[in-house]
């Protein structure tokens, strides 16, 4: 598919953005990207032209992504997109284009091919009289560090870390959100970082989203790219080698294929190693030199918790975290006002990991998998990822055979360590179930 991109040298909005325009020839779908650039800009100034090209890349390619539904593609999943950006420096995008098909194309499941122009046009012009506000949370430090702030417990543990471990450190959590995005979970967070450490972080959440709103797609492969562009954005203005953080335990990371139906793209790589270090070859490449760093890369969930520097700040706002890839499909669940499914991959995952570190009631959940209020014989698609994960544990993969089921996604150099650290993970989904699950479910695993 044929994707046109027109940035308007006339239209700008009230902040200065110039309009960009997405069309998809072939569908006739036409996007115009929609960033509350105004709020990155009053606070993080403007960095060079790469890292704003960077982020009109980030942003176009996730609009693209929601903008197009798989079933237009020949296998109902595996889309192709032929896209032109105008930038600012085109011979240094072109040098590295065939490696960034490469990222993004793992990163979606699709097949990217991505052109280049120069842009005459600004994409961002101050506009007259228009003041740079006084932020509502406003440092007395420098910011040395930013990390990137979902709302999910894997991002919290992340910043309680930064900030108890050096108590010089000084932070920009970055949130992003659409038009429906998690906002509110990442505001309900911040408060409890705040009243422990005051004057010490500081939360931005940057809408990145399209006009008109409707969403054709939403397997949303490519939101973590704008995440890690809005960070570079704002870790590139404060410094050179400001790092920018990616807190994402190793399991969810690696996320392996549990049946063969989820093998290649169907299974998420958000923060799936081999992607993040062909973006950091790709942005070196561009002259951006800020580390990219999970620092769970090699953790599960369940020892990322245990690693906590304070477990007495992390447990008393834990409930405040949002883990759940079906937090909106409350219709059927038992317990309608849980803040989680209970039986999707990342409460599994979740569940097990505050087992582990002792801080799982089982009550934050739609429906507690363990006490058998859905089961792995429920119809529909809620038991889906029950049944998947049973059959996973049930196979009873050692290290050597998850050592070739990583292998098969991409070329890992430290499959050793991602391997070991995924059979740790998948123990303790196990313990999870031997420990508080009923006899049928007990049953059920070898």
Not at 8 to 13: F, L, Q, T, V
Not at 42 to 68: N, Q
Not at 295 to 305: A, R
Not at 406 to 430: M, Q, T
Request: aromatic share 10%.
């Amino acid at each position: 598919m044929k994707v046109e991109i027109n940035i308007d040298s006339i239209y700008r909005y009230s902040d200065g953005f110039a309009k960009v325009s997405i069309n998809i020839v072939e569908l006739d779908i036409q996007r115009d990207l929609d960033i509350s650039f105004g709020d990155l800009y009053r606070r993080c100034g403007i960095p060079d032209s790469t890292v704003l090209d960077f982020l009109l890349f980030s942003s176009i390619c996730y609009v693209i992504d929601k903008s197009v539904p798989r079933q237009e593609s020949f296998d109902n999943w595996t889309r192709e997109f032929d896209v032109n950006i105008p930038v600012v420096e085109p011979d240094r995008w072109l040098a590295i284009s065939d490696n960034l098909n490469r990222t993004i194309s793992f990163l979606t499941g699709d097949i990217w091919k991505f052109n280049f122009s120069q842009s005459d046009i600004r994409l961002f012009r101050r506009p007259s009289g228009w003041r740079r506000r006084r932020p509502k949370y406003h440092l007395r430090r420098s910011l040395n560090a930013v990390c990137l702030f979902s709302g999910g417990l894997d991002s919290l543990v992340g910043t309680i870390n930064l900030l108890a471990e050096n108590e010089y450190n000084s932070l920009l959590l970055m949130g992003h959100y659409d038009f429906a995005g998690p906002k509110s979970d990442q505001k309900k967070l911040f408060g409890g970082i705040w009243a422990e450490y005051p004057n010490r972080a500081v939360p931005l959440h940057i809408r990145v989203s399209h006009y008109p709103p409707k969403a054709n797609e939403t397997t949303l492969r490519s939101r973590s790219l704008v995440f890690i562009a809005l960070g570079i954005y704002a870790a590139k203005r404060i410094g050179n080698e400001i790092p920018l953080y990616t807190p994402e335990n190793g399991l969810i990371a690696l996320n392996i294929p549990l049946t063969p139906g989820r093998s290649g793209s169907c299974s998420t790589r958000t923060m799936h190693p081999f992607y993040l270090e062909q973006l950091r070859l790709n942005l070196k490449d561009l002259g951006i030199t800020n580390p990219i760093i999970n620092p769970f890369e090699f953790q599960t969930k369940g020892e990322c918790i245990i690693s906590c520097q304070n477990a007495n700040l992390l447990k008393s706002i834990t409930d405040k975290s949002v883990s759940c890839s079906h937090a909106t499909r409350r219709q059927n669940w038992i317990r309608k006002t849980a803040s989680h499914c209970g039986y999707c991959v990342p409460c599994i995952i979740r569940r097990a990991a505050l087992h582990k570190a002792g801080f799982d009631n089982g009550q934050d959940y739609g429906f507690d998998i363990c006490e058998g209020e859905l089961t792995i014989d429920d119809q529909g698609d809620s038991a889906y990822d029950l049944r998947a994960i049973i059959d996973f544990i049930n196979y009873g993969y050692n290290v050597t055979d998850l050592t070739r089921i990583i292998r098969r996604v991409a070329n890992d150099p430290k499959i050793e360590e991602h391997s070991e650290l995924a059979y740790r993970g998948f123990n303790e989904i196990k313990s999870l179930f031997m420990d508080k699950g009923n006899e049928d479910l007990k049953n059920i695993l070898n």
